[in-house]
């Protein structure tokens, strides 16, 4: 598999400071995208390597005590030749380790400066702890989505770290490394998991402003209320997703599923029949299998799709043939997006070893062999696995 650097982002040298969940998936994207990130990982701090190994992929990593006074140099010395700092902590932990936006800034006014937390940089919330679902349920995300009891269900992790938080922080930082080139001026991007998860209903608040989400919860088109938007179990307990919005997309719908006659006289979105009407296609659905039911609706444009499970993505036709997971070693994972016609993606390389370190990158940014070996002996840079001194941070 080709690890070779590629993609509209070579050369553009990212400096990502330790962190789980939404930061190590922004700095997934912009070593994906061709960037070259360097991760700065604590001593003994290797343990959710196994757990985020693919949001670490394509990182050169270096470990540092952030702690001693040397270490904080090795990191500001890296930050005064980077285009980017990626730092996930909560608000004040940088400062107080040196490592702050004043100061950063203050030696390098180009480097564009990320932050990634849950609640911002300031507001009631800043200090307190808080996971994916908090932030999501305060931004008004979580409520709407529901199970048949109406008990809110958390859509595993994805709208708040990554989503509304990994995502937000990429389109801010790139947004700010344009300017950053066009005028020499650097600056800060405060990426808050509550602000981009608000963002991700900007669809929804239009729905409520223009009348088309006023019902209870449960009774809309899209919150498991439409009967032609939903999921429905298959003889065989598989599922089929039926996404029929347009009136034609509608028409095909009942045609497949032999209902045509039957439900003529409903209007499509007549909230009063819906209950009764999502029973009657749960009735016919469960009499076919999956496969049977992916055979009616095959070149139909019904909108009709059967529910992949994850450990089966690289199997399905589709996905297959655009490459769109790939299976590397028996790790099966996303492959780079979007795609380029100029500057194509490369598969980047598997994320670093725990505890590696890869010391020779700092004759990069200033420090000698010696001075490197110094360090590594105090404890204040871990010690590679490989000796690697005098290798480069490029490729």
Not at 236 to 253: S, T
Not at 294 to 317: I, K, M, Q, R, W
């Amino acid at each position: 598999m080709t690890l070779s650097s590629s993609g509209p982002l070579t050369g553009v040298r990212v400096l990502e400071v330790g962190g789980i969940g939404p930061g190590p998936f922004a700095g997934l994207l912009l070593a994906d995208l061709g960037a070259t990130v360097i991760r700065i990982e604590r001593p003994n701090g290797g343990a959710g390597i196994a757990t985020h190994r693919i949001l670490l992929r394509g990182r050169r990593q270096l470990v540092v005590d952030l702690k001693d006074p040397r270490g904080k140099d090795v990191v500001l010395r890296i930050a005064d030749a980077s285009d980017v700092l990626i730092e996930g902590f909560r608000p004040g932990v940088m400062e107080r380790l040196g490592l702050g936006p004043d100061t950063a800034l203050t030696r390098n006014p180009r480097l564009v400066y990320g932050r990634m937390t849950g609640w911002g940089q300031d507001g009631p919330l800043a200090d307190s702890a808080g996971h994916d679902i908090n932030y999501i349920a305060v931004a008004g995300v979580l409520q709407p989505i529901a199970g048949p009891d109406l008990t809110p269900v958390a859509p595993l992790n994805m709208l708040g770290d990554f989503g509304g938080g990994g995502m937000l922080l990429v389109a801010g930082l790139l947004a700010a490394l344009i300017h950053a080139r066009a005028t020499g001026q650097g600056q800060v991007v405060d990426a808050a998991i509550v602000d981009g998860a608000a963002l991700l209903t900007a669809m929804l608040h239009s729905m409520r402003a223009s009348g088309r989400w006023d019902a209870p919860r449960g009774q809309n088109i899209f919150d498991g209320g439409a009967p032609f938007y939903g999921v429905y179990r298959t003889a065989d307990e598989r599922w089929l997703a039926v996404g029929a919005i347009e009136p034609q997309f509608y028409a095909a719908l009942l045609h497949g599923l032999g209902l045509t006659g039957e439900l003529a006289g409903l209007a499509q979105h007549d909230r009063h029949h819906w209950p009764a009407t999502r029973e009657r296609f749960a009735a016919v659905i469960a009499r076919r299998t999956l496969a049977e039911w992916l055979a009616v609706f095959a070149g139909a444009d019904a909108c009709v799709s059967e529910v992949v499970d994850p450990a089966s993505v690289t199997e399905h036709p589709h996905l297959a043939l655009r490459r769109t997971y790939v299976d590397d070693d028996g790790l099966v994972q996303p492959a780079p997006a979007p795609r380029f016609s100029a500057t194509p993606l490369a598969m980047p390389a598997p994320a670093p070893e725990p505890g590696s370190s890869e010391t020779g990158l700092l004759t990069v940014f200033g420090l000698s062999d010696d001075s490197i070996r110094e360090l590594v002996a105090d404890g204040v840079i871990g010690a590679p696995l490989t000796e690697t001194v005098g290798a480069s941070p490029e490729g």
